[in-house]
């Protein structure tokens, strides 16, 4: 028998630390559904070649074995490493069955094989909402998408998000304008700002055949940023210092309404929630995947996590084509891991119990059961103590466990243990204060 | 790529489906923390050593390996296949954060390799929840534990309940009184009672060595069954007229004391949910495990499900011994499809929302999202139009999500499409009625 210990990279909480998980996630929920989106669950596996196909790191990949049993080449399947790759084989599967924009959220635990370290996880809970048309879809769904999640995360008890924004017909339109025909690779190049510098892409740049005039251009786009339209003047400038393409016309009118989505975004983004959206144009990463708005959201303080939700428009869901949507997922482990490791917030109990009902000795512990019941009636979360033993370790029991009240059957009393304060009451009307009726998640 | 179909005993449900799933754990969660139970989560793999040792089907276990890679003898886990062992490891490793007597729930997804058929799932939510002392724990918690899971399946849109009972204790002192040694053997003799008859159980224990009256004693105990405390005289008649061993003092007390709490059990149960406990003293699945109180419920009607929530009472959480507890465990996936599959119960509708903003022209959606947003900011959960189509479309996309009120942002009116009623509205005051106010389960 193996001693026990915790696996590398698949955590667990305590009672009290579940307590702040599963109110994050019931918060989660609670923003999805105001917005009208319908929760789906989906198998924990899927076959293998539909999740190798649409993995970065197949090797990432958990397949799924038998215990002295070779695996039949049908049954060959592993452990869904996102929730994308099984929602777009649910909406084919059952697209009879749905209708159209179909608005979801999905949040379930995810597997990949990476090697553990800070912040992740070979086992972690995603958060994940979609809107998808059968055909076509409304440019305006791609603000929506991010408004929930704005507020979504707004709800929780995090430090300020800041949601960094661009779109992918704003940088076709300009890099296709400047004479660019390997956007994609482009695109590539401009993700390893960080690592390499603007000298290093522009070496990369020439080097794939961009013009020097178009490399500088690129990077000078880049550098655009504004939590407001304001840098719409600020591309408007930079295209008309630019030599373009004879033909510019088409990537022109591309870009335009790249300008426009992206304004309409981070205007209504900002509506909803103040001082959240910030156009970003050096954000490349996902844009050689995505065809629309893409969104990265990064912790006030805490930008060491990296983007803790991160999404964007897409053409076609499954591989056949159709099903153009837009979504975001939120890495809610990784969230609830600082959230606790950061003493962020903590729960005010463990136990969902708001009374103990003492028992003086056991002949009288129906007594103590009805009193008990009569609580649990009116929703009071109530445990009786499990021995009759002094009411000191019973207060000691209630202390422990974070329960606040102790009801004393004989006496017909209620004492706040923490305060000391003893009254009668009647188990058919007695009400705790609401802040004590539940486990409350307390800030920092 | 594989052609997209549902994996045999994987089952998933329709957005409709999932808010019965949703909600029938939704309301086992209410009950469990009604009566103080904390809830945690464990992660879903466990070593392989501990998995094998633990289960009786060893090829039912889902190992798990990399894509393209040969696992080292380190990382090999499995998936867990119920949560028992999970919650023995989770005990044993976190025993210093828990308050004992600790008292959990936990519901989540295990995975069992099995062929599946009707009820038989490969992966399945299950519930369980469980009292666990350190070193002790008083027998009217196996009371407390039954009463919990009565409640919880009394609150569900399923028919009634019946949970027969039986307690180790009786029985191991009766047979050892009536001169059965292997009382385990003998056990699982008995377990057979339904495949090969009274008169194969019986060649089968004198073939272990039972004398021909003890054997028939033992059948004629499996006969007898109650509803309340009626059991105890016909126990103590047949005792009273079976040949026992010289010395049954102690074995004549173990069964007094197992008479005495299987009493206690039933009438608990009953006082608590009327109609609900039987004791049957047949029962022997499981008594050569648990030590106390075994657990198995059936529902009227759907008996052909087999038990939908079992258990017991058990000395030893952990191989090294200590942590005595109590717990039962509900197959709620089972339990979910059957509720689907004979539509015992549906969804009042498939999607939260219960107003849908229309749309008159694309120019004054942001009026349709303020309406929207001053619903929402009330707990109604509202969508609004995905595009500014003609009026009866807008109901049309309504009617087939379920969505019981379109409101008309241009008039200021709202409009009950299943009646047609239309009356003038202010987004700040009103209020869907209640049944309406999120979707609900609807009986049949």
Same mark, same amino acid.
């Given at each position: 028998?193996?001693r ?8 667990e ?6 307590v ?19 929760? +789906? ?15 970065d790191?197949?090797k990432?990949? =958990?397949?799924?074995g ?14 869904h490493?996102?929730?994308t ?15 159209f924009?179909f608005k979801?959220?999905? +949040?379930?635990?995810?597997?990949r094989g ?16 979609d809107?998808?048309?059968r ?11 991010a ?6 995360l ?10 960094r924004?661009n ?9 296709? #304008? ?9 695109l ?13 892409v ?9 013009s ?11 550098? +655009?940023?504004?939590p &407001?339209a ?16 004879? &033909?510019?016309a ?8 790249g300008?426009a ?17 910030v156009?970003?144009l050096?954000i ?8 629309g708005?893409?969104y ?9 996590l990296?983007?803790?939700?991160s #999404?964007?428009? =897409?053409?076609?869901l499954?591989? #056949? ?9 939120i ?5 609830v ?6 003493n962020l ?8 119990s ?6 003086? &000795? ?9 009193i ?6 009116r ?18 029991y ?6 606040p ?16 304060d003893?009254?009668?009451?009647d ?5 705790? $204060?609401?802040?004590?009726?539940? $486990?409350?998640?307390?800030t920092?």
């Amino acid at each position: 028998m193996a001693r026990v210990r915790p696996l590398s990279g698949f955590p667990e909480w305590t009672p009290a630390e579940r307590v702040v998980e599963a109110q994050l996630i019931e918060s989660l929920r609670e923003t999805f559904r105001l917005h009208g989106f319908a929760e +789906i669950e989906t198998r924990a596996v899927e076959p293998l070649d539909r999740l190798a196909g649409k993995s970065d790191a197949a090797k990432e990949i =958990y397949t799924l074995g038998r215990l002295g049993a070779e695996p039949d080449a049908e049954s060959k399947v592993g452990l869904h490493f996102d929730l994308t790759v099984p929602f777009a084989r649910y909406v084919e599967e059952f697209q009879h069955a749905l209708a159209f924009p179909f608005k979801r959220f999905q +949040i379930q635990k995810v597997w990949r094989g990476e090697r553990p370290q800070e912040g992740r996880y070979r086992e972690f809970y995603q958060a994940d909402i979609d809107v998808v048309g059968r055909d076509t879809l409304p440019a305006h769904l791609e603000v929506e998408v991010a408004v929930v999640m704005a507020r979504a995360l707004a709800a929780l008890p995090v430090p300020a998000a800041t949601m960094r924004v661009n779109n992918r017909r704003l940088v076709e339109g300009f890099y296709r #304008g400047v004479g660019i025909d390997d956007v994609a690779g482009a695109l590539r190049s401009v993700d390893k700002l960080d690592k390499i510098g603007p000298d290093g892409v522009r070496v990369e740049l020439t080097g794939k055949g961009v013009s020097a005039s178009a490399a500088d251009a690129v990077l000078e786009l880049a550098r +655009i940023s504004a939590p &407001d339209a304001g840098f719409v003047a600020a591309v408007e400038d930079l295209w008309a210092t630019t030599p373009t393409i004879d &033909d510019v016309a088409e990537p022109q009118a591309e870009l335009r309404e790249g300008l426009a989505q992206l304004v309409a975004l981070v205007e209504g983004v900002n509506a909803a929630v103040p001082d959240t959206a910030v156009a970003d144009l050096r954000i490349a990463r996902g844009l050689d995947y995505y065809t629309g708005s893409v969104y990265e959201t990064f912790l006030a303080g805490h930008e060491d996590l990296g983007s803790i939700c991160s #999404g964007g428009r =897409y053409d076609s869901l499954v591989a #056949g084509g159709g099903f153009p949507g837009v979504g975001m997922s939120i890495g809610v482990s990784r969230l609830v891991s600082r959230v606790i490791g950061a003493n962020l917030a903590r729960a005010s109990r463990a136990v969902p119990s708001a009374v103990l009902v003492a028992v003086t &000795d056991e002949s009288t512990r129906p007594a103590s059961n009805a009193i008990a019941d009569a609580l649990r009636a009116r929703g009071i979360a109530t445990e009786v103590a499990p021995a009759a033993a002094k009411f000191g370790k019973q207060i000691q029991y209630a202390d422990r466990r974070g329960i606040p009240f102790v009801w004393f059957a004989d006496s017909g009393e209620v004492k706040d243990i923490r305060s000391g304060d003893q009254v009668a009451a009647d188990p058919a009307s007695w009400e705790p $204060p609401a802040e004590d009726a539940r $486990p409350r998640i307390v800030t920092s």
